[in-house]
């Protein structure tokens, strides 16, 4: 693949006039203003988290399309630490069917749930499978049987969570009511990269615009903290095929176009004094510096943490004006269980450092 500088580049404002808007957009931005206004009055600061990858779709019926990586760890993990720390209320705008936070720790692929819990009857405490009945490998289940602590085929067995997974389930399942119960995480969903430019400019513009009942603005207390791995290039909506592109003619090209640098704009125009954070990316150590430099220097934000693909879970760079500061999790470490069962992550200490830095970023406007 080549890129190819011929075409013109999209300007943000043309981006927006010619991409048709998600569906529910408007919904989804009442929504967030009444989620942020509401938790301003409770005295807390707003934190937009982007995060997990961009689709591009090939075709409008979409068969095919281009993704890239990121499954939202960084983005699902983060979002949990900042409302660990009690000050946050979070907008969650993550990509379909990516990590989340809380129900990240039970992902199939890192800690298949069912492998946590085992049948009990009450009668024996037995452990034991289910048999096999009347030639059903598995046996239906029974219209009458609703109740999600009894087993369907056995009114006397129960589900129990094996031992040592049980007070790390339960801490969490208690921090995750909590959340629910205060109101203070919001979730939005996107594919595409199309979806994500959107939801992000609605976001952004609800948070600067929204006013607590004595009428003051998020202001300085917005944080932007855009994880997602967002594709680089799109096919305009005008030249994307109605149907599955046919195979038998030979090879397929796909020309593409760049997705405008919306940073700064987020930065000029919609995030109103927000406390910027975005991520760089690199696989060549070498340019995360340097190009993190230059998206501060050409987006005019606060901070850019760069990262490569290779180490991102164990270490990053925060890039200021000022200066950079590496943050590593030391090699002896990484992977290793705490003492309460939860496993070291870098995004604790981001966001340790960057609610500081806010709190910085806060201080120094007032006058
Ligand atoms: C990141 O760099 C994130 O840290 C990762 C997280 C995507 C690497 P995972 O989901 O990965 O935990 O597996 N995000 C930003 C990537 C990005 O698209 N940055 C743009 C760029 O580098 C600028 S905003 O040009």
Redesign the pocket.
């Known amino acids: 693949m080549s890129e190819q500088p011929e075409r013109p580049l999209f300007s943000a404002e043309e981006f927006f006039a010619q991409q048709p808007p998600p569906p529910q957009l408007e919904e989804h931005l009442e929504q967030v203003r009444e989620f942020v206004e509401r938790n301003m009055n409770a005295g807390k600061r707003v934190v937009l988290v982007t995060s997990?990858g961009t689709t591009v779709p090939l075709e409008q019926n979409v068969v095919r399309f281009l993704d890239n990586?990121?499954?939202?760890?960084?983005?699902s993990a983060s979002a949990e630490h900042f409302l660990r720390t009690g000050n946050y209320a979070v907008i969650f705008l993550h990509r379909q069917h990516s990590l989340q936070p809380f129900s990240r720790h039970y992902s199939h692929s890192t800690n298949p749930f069912l492998d946590l819990l085992s049948v009990v009857h009450e009668n024996n405490k037995d452990v034991t499978p289910v048999q096999p009945k009347d030639g059903f490998l598995f046996p239906p289940v029974p219209a009458a049987s609703t109740s999600s602590s009894v087993a369907p085929t056995d009114s006397s067995a129960q589900i129990h969570i094996s031992p040592p997974h049980l007070a790390p389930m339960l801490s969490l399942l208690q921090s995750y009511q909590l959340v629910k119960s205060l109101g203070v995480l919001h979730s939005i969903a996107f594919t595409t990269v199309d979806e994500y430019l959107w939801l992000l400019r609605g976001v952004s513009r609800v948070m600067s615009t929204a006013r607590d009942k004595e009428g003051n603005a998020l202001g300085r207390r917005g944080m932007y903290y855009?994880?997602?791995?967002?594709s680089?290039f799109f096919i305009p909506s005008q030249r994307v095929s109605e149907h599955k592109i046919q195979s038998g003619k030979g090879s397929l090209s796909i020309e593409m176009d760049q997705v405008p640098k919306v940073?700064k704009a987020m930065v000029d125009e919609w995030a109103n004094d927000g406390f910027v954070v975005?991520?760089?990316?690199e696989t060549d150590i070498k340019l995360l510096i340097p190009k993190a430099l230059g998206a501060l220097d050409r987006y005019g934000h606060q901070v850019v943490i760069g990262?490569t693909l290779a180490d991102?879970k164990y270490e990053v760079v925060f890039v200021e004006r000022s200066g950079e500061t590496w943050v590593r999790i030391a090699e002896e470490e990484r992977g290793k269980v705490g003492a309460d069962g939860a496993v070291r992550e870098i995004e604790e200490d981001i966001i340790e450092r960057l609610e500081r830095m806010h709190s910085g970023w806060i201080a120094s406007g007032k006058v």
């Open positions: 997990g990586f990121s499954a939202g760890t960084r983005g855009l994880a997602a791995a967002v680089d940073l975005s991520f760089k990316l990262n991102r």
